[in-house]
């Protein structure tokens, strides 16, 4: 070594220096250095001989003012390293990243230094490459976003309302709290603020990933001091909406004797009811001893570990129900040797981890390598108990990773960077199965309900032009109590279109009453009358620029016989105004509703509208919570579990019918199934499914039957033998037709209507004719019948029948559900076979 130093000793002083025009800070010291010290040789053996002082040297940076840091090298290493040295307010920016072009990494950088302030001569550095200034748009073409982006930080400073700034991407802000040593951090999380979270699905549902809660917990114990995660434990799952984002609360509370404090994950719906109460996903204890890491990564790979194939990890993780996206498939490599794991793990190259302790995409891939311990005898699962967490070194974008099997359902996990220098390390992380990860009360988040609440923007009397009255509409004044209030009559569409102007609004009734004792056939002609209106409004050009609003009473509460006779109408119409945007509209009164509160609906600029004593309400979807929810009992546990009586699953035999008996016999309990479909016992594959559930325990019939003949009902329900009475109705059977409305044709809408419409009533009246004592009666619905459907005006026309039909056997004091549906993500039924593109429609 000495000899070695010598002589570059010689070369050293065989140079020659200028003295430095600004002030460098040096590594030797990790101070300001001082003058002439850089021209003496012995300072720069010095310099190799002794440690390089970093941390010093970029504190002492900021101490001169400096906030933005460049890095000159083939990667980010130090941007990473410096985070902690420099602050959270400090700009550090890589000019290369080793997996990036050249080019285009430094044109990236200059960029992010130059909105961060730093002055950029770009008419030198574009020189040659043909780039030229633009004009910016003018005002005419200046755009306003009202969707969320993909970045992390809002632009309002939040000192303004008494917070301090979190320092972390999935935090927002910090508050300490008054009188005590506790602390609470507050953050927003979706999957459009944060893309990456999409990535990571569990049994179907956006789970945000335990190794995420891990990060808020050692960003906690980092804040208050702790080096060391002593224990978390992840109780409930925390799972992203589709649309709309949760609320998250970090809170950590004061140090006892030892220094020990607790620290909890909560989160709350960001578009739900305040007054809910939050749902705790992870509790825990943070301590101040610091685990000194015991894991050497420096032979790599590990002697004597045998390659495993990586190839299809993911395709067989899917296959448990862990669907990883690309921002967490990061696994690389992986070696066995007896019961360690080896592994290389990467982020992608569009995923950041500079500013995160430990990404949790990164930290999530690592235990992916737990598929190298084989199919029998893999841990599996995911994280749901921490024992022993440690942070060594932050930023990391590339791990080493050791697993070792502790248990049948424990790990040990060490984590190095690619030098083999610690970055992470686990005592002990118990898994749980993935399909017990999102739990049935968790599933409830996903339940939504319809509320009328009050429309914004109504104001009374403000419309545009005369409102025109088809005939008289139920509900209202009679047509010559109007006419003095700006309402214009006409007999029919005729005299409409022949009116020297039409005016901009017209309104027509579309309440329909019982005809005879015939409910059946009362729908099949209110849904056809509508359906020839709709019809024949389109064809006439002289309505292209007015709205028909279709008026009906009582629609948005329980009703007789006469409200759910006029329920296809509304599924009908709501397809059509999706179809038509601004053309039709539906308006539900009460008796004797005043002119005035019918205006006030007309201003609300919303499709459809109610007016209940006199206020105009609208309807938005709810989440709702078995658990909280004592006006809905029944949709805690909607599908039967009769253990001594039949279970009649009508559609039973088709792809749905099948999921369903399933899991009646699996979940529910079920032991006895009556299958029923127009084929029966002569569907494909029907010896198949029952052997398979009779193995499963269950007792099988199965018949063909038209349900929309009432004759085959009442014939089929005699047939149950007499001591496994039916005693729940699952009705799932039914039929698409697509088209837009205009193509549609009383035949047609008929052919979806009989299995909706006819089926669900002949089942309903011939079970209390027979009497039978029924635990539940379950109607698979549709979303199409809510929201309207595009090209399935008479889908969504039978749906809301069945939910009509539903409000009308509680009425009665009978059970009924009405299960809406939103598509299913199997292949089974009505979504089998479709493509690509009719499922994003």
Not at 225 to 246: F, H, I, K, M
Not at 757 to 763: E, F, Q, S
Request: charged letters at 20%; one cysteine or more; glycine letters at 12%.
């Amino acid at each position: 070594m000495e000899p070695m130093l010598a002589q570059f000793r010689e070369v050293v002083e065989g140079l020659s220096y200028e003295r430095p025009r600004i002030p460098v800070v040096s590594n030797v010291s990790g101070a300001l250095a001082e003058p002439g010290q850089l021209e003496d040789p012995e300072y720069w053996v010095t310099h190799v001989r002794e440690a390089v002082r970093f941390d010093d040297g970029v504190r002492a940076l900021v101490e001169q003012g400096v906030s933005r840091f460049l890095e000159l090298g083939p990667d980010g290493v130090l941007s990473g390293m410096a985070r902690e040295s420099a602050g959270e307010d400090a700009v550090l920016v890589p000019l290369l990243r080793k997996d990036r072009e050249e080019v285009t990494a430094v044109l990236t950088t200059l960029a992010q230094l130059h909105v961060c302030g730093v002055a950029a001569d770009w008419a030198t550095v574009l020189d040659g490459t043909g780039a030229r200034a633009v004009d910016l748009p003018t005002y005419a073409f200046q755009h306003e976003y009202f969707w969320p982006t993909g970045t992390v930080a809002g632009a309002g400073d939040i000192r303004l309302a008494g917070l301090g700034a979190a320092g972390h991407p999935l935090l927002g802000a910090a508050v300490e709290l008054a009188g005590g040593d506790g602390l609470v951090f507050t953050g927003r999380l979706s999957t459009q603020s944060h893309p990456w979270l999409a990535d990571h699905v569990v049994q179907g549902a956006v789970l945000v990933p335990g190794t995420a809660l891990l990060e808020l917990a050692v960003r906690a114990a980092d804040e208050v001091g702790c080096d060391t995660v002593e224990e978390l434990t992840l109780p409930t799952p925390l799972v992203l909406p589709e649309r709309g984002a949760v609320r998250i609360q970090v809170s950590v509370g004061e140090p006892d004797d030892s220094g020990r404090r607790t620290v909890a994950v909560h989160s709350r719906d960001d578009a739900g009811d305040e007054r809910r109460s939050w749902t705790l996903h992870a509790q825990g204890v943070l301590v101040p001893d610091a685990v000194t890491p015991d894991f050497d990564a420096s032979v790599w790979p590990p002697r004597d570990a045998v390659p495993v194939d990586v190839t299809d990890c993911y395709e067989r993780l899917a296959g448990a129900g862990l669907r990883y996206g690309p921002a967490f498939q990061g696994l690389r490599a992986a070696w066995r040797r007896g019961d360690e794991v080896f592994a290389e793990v990467a982020l992608g190259e569009e995923t950041d981890g500079t500013s995160f302790g430990l990404h949790p995409a990164l930290f999530d891939a690592a235990l992916h390598a737990s598929f190298a311990f084989g199919d029998d005898d893999a841990p599996g699962g995911v994280p749901f108990v921490w024992e022993g967490v440690s942070l060594h070194a932050s930023g990391a974008s590339v791990l080493r990773v050791r697993l070792t099997r502790t248990g049948d359902d424990t790990l040990g996990v060490r984590l190095a960077d690619p030098t083999g220098a610690p970055v992470a390390s686990v005592e002990s992380l118990t898994v749980r199965a993935a399909t017990a990860a999102v739990r049935p009360d968790d599933a409830s988040k996903s339940l939504y309900r319809v509320e009328w609440v009050p429309a914004r923007g109504a104001e009374t009397g403000v419309v545009t032009g005369p409102v025109g009255v088809l005939g008289e509409v139920a509900g209202l004044a009679t047509v010559a109590g109007l006419l003095d209030d700006g309402f214009v009559a006409f007999a029919g569409l005729e005299e409409l279109a022949g009116a020297g102007e039409v005016p901009g609004t017209v309104l027509v009734d579309a309440d329909a009453s019982l005809d005879g004792a015939d409910v059946v056939g009362s729908v099949h002609g209110a849904a056809v009358r509508a359906l020839e209106l709709v019809r024949s409004w389109l064809a006439e050009e002289r309505f292209a620029d007015s709205r028909l609003v279709f008026v009906t009473r009582g629609m948005a509460g329980t009703g007789g016989v006469d409200r759910m006779i006029s329920a296809p109408v509304r599924g009908l119409v709501r397809s059509a105004s999706l179809e038509h945007p601004g053309r039709f509209g539906l308006l539900d009164v009460e008796s004797g509703t005043d002119t005035a509160a019918v205006l006030a609906a007309l201003t609300a600029d919303e499709p459809e509208t109610v007016v209940r004593d006199g206020e105009v309400r609208v309807p938005r979807l709810a989440r709702t919570n078995p658990a909280d929810d004592t006006a809905d009992p029944q949709i805690d546990a909607p599908l039967p579990a009769s253990h001594d009586g039949t279970v009649l699953v009508t559609g039973g035999t088709g792809g749905l019918g099948r999921i369903v008996a399933r899991h009646l016999v699996v979940e529910r309990g079920a032991r006895d199934l009556l299958l029923v479909s127009r084929r029966g016992p002569a569907a494909e594959g029907i010896d198949a499914l029952t052997a398979e559930l009779s193995g499963l325990g269950a007792r099988v019939a199965v018949a063909a039957c038209d349900l929309a003949d009432r004759t085959a009902v009442d014939a089929l329900l005699a047939g149950v033998p007499a001591d496994r009475p039916v005693r729940a109705v699952v009705h799932a059977a039914g039929v698409l037709d697509d088209g837009v409305v205009e193509s549609l044709t009383p035949q047609r809408l008929a052919g979806v209507l009989r299995p909706k419409v006819d089926a669900a009533w002949n089942l309903h009246e011939a079970a209390g004719d027979l009497g039978l004592d029924l635990d539940a009666f379950v109607l698979f619905s549709s979303v199409a019948g809510t929201f309207g459907s595009a090209g399935q005006g008479a889908y969504a026309a039978g749906n809301v029948f069945l939910d009509a039909l539903v409000e009308h056997r509680r009425s009665l004091g009978l059970p009924a559900v009405s299960l809406v549906w939103g598509p299913w993500a199997q292949d089974a039924g009505m979504t089998e076979g479709l493509s690509e593109t009719d499922r994003r429609r």
